[in-house]
């Protein structure tokens, strides 16, 4: 058993490491109430865009055409990992690269050899990790987490609109973690490039309104601005997940430092009292023995 010097001073350590792991869960706390606002708050609209797109690509029918939508033959993909810069979130970062790895090398190894698979990732973490693996890291844009808002987000999106546009790239797949509440995120997978609409299930054989522009013209007006909204989405929802799985994990370490704390006190109040009876019992045998 160690002495009491060294339980004293490793008590002393994991209450500094307690106070610690207690303010950044409040930290993460303040923050995940922001970043929650702002995704219920886009996720309405999100989805409202997205229907409206369905119902006029109804109505277009073939009459669409945007190199957006422009499916080719994957010769050259992108794939965008969206993470966090900073650690101390339980498996956040690695639960969505190891996503991201695992869909590159089942579905698009001939790709993959051939050195025609980037990634394009958003935030420290992912990038070490895949870079840790041996991949091809295209670029990293971490900075976007630094300053996330509609336009630095937005400037992105449509950084790699144009290059699909331009062939740079034939597929861009966007991996995020998606939330749910704090304690619960989805590593989620998004088609990004080329934009895939559904069109409305039912069908309006006699609709009360006509449109100018034509449908077609509409629907190829909507598709950046749906392709912005939905990167920005993704943006925030990684956010959210990242402050949500933060506090959790700093929850977590505080009950544990609370648990150790208490067994290092018991262990430590055993040593002193088992310190205490040798003291008695060598007084006890030293007055008897001089008794005699």
């Known amino acids: 058993m160690a002495n009491l010097k060294e339980i004293r001073t490793r008590i002393a350590s994991v209450k500094n490491t307690r106070q610690v792991t207690s303010a950044m869960k409040m930290v993460s706390a303040a923050k995940l109430r922001k970043a929650q606002d702002a995704i219920i708050k886009i996720r309405p609209y999100t989805d409202q865009l997205h229907k409206v797109a369905a119902e006029i690509s109804s109505a277009a029918g073939d009459d669409i055409s945007s190199a957006l939508i422009e499916e080719r033959e994957v010769n050259k993909l992108l794939v965008v ?35 025609k698979v980037q990634f394009l990732t958003i935030g420290k973490k992912a990038d070490e990790i895949i870079r840790r693996e041996g991949f091809s890291v295209w670029r990293n844009a971490d900075d976007l987490l630094e300053n996330a808002n509609f336009a630095n987000s937005s400037e992105l999106s449509g950084d790699l609109m144009q290059r699909f546009t331009n062939q740079e790239f034939d597929r861009v797949v966007v991996f995020y973690n998606a939330f749910k509440n704090a304690g619960v995120q989805y590593a989620t997978r998004e088609d990004f490039l080329p934009v ?12 009360n309104y006509l449109m100018e522009p034509s449908a077609g013209e509409i629907i190829q007006d909507l598709m950046p601005r749906i392709l912005q909204i939905s990167f920005h989405s993704a943006m925030l929802d990684s956010l959210a997940s990242e402050h949500g799985a933060r506090m959790t994990a700093m929850h977590k370490a505080t009950d544990n430092a609370s648990d150790l704390i208490n067994e290092l006190t018991l262990n430590y109040n055993k040593a002193r009292q088992a310190a205490i009876t040798n003291e008695i019992t060598e007084i006890v045998s030293g007055a008897n023995a001089l008794g005699k």
């Open 81 to 115: 990992v969206f993470s966090s810069n900073k650690g101390l979130c339980g498996a956040f970062n690695y639960k969505i690269a190891k996503a991201a790895i695992t869909f590159v090398k089942e579905q698009y190894q001939n790709l993959l050899k051939a050195g």
């Open 196 to 207: 895939k609409i559904e069109e409305d299930s039912e069908k309006h054989s006699d609709p």
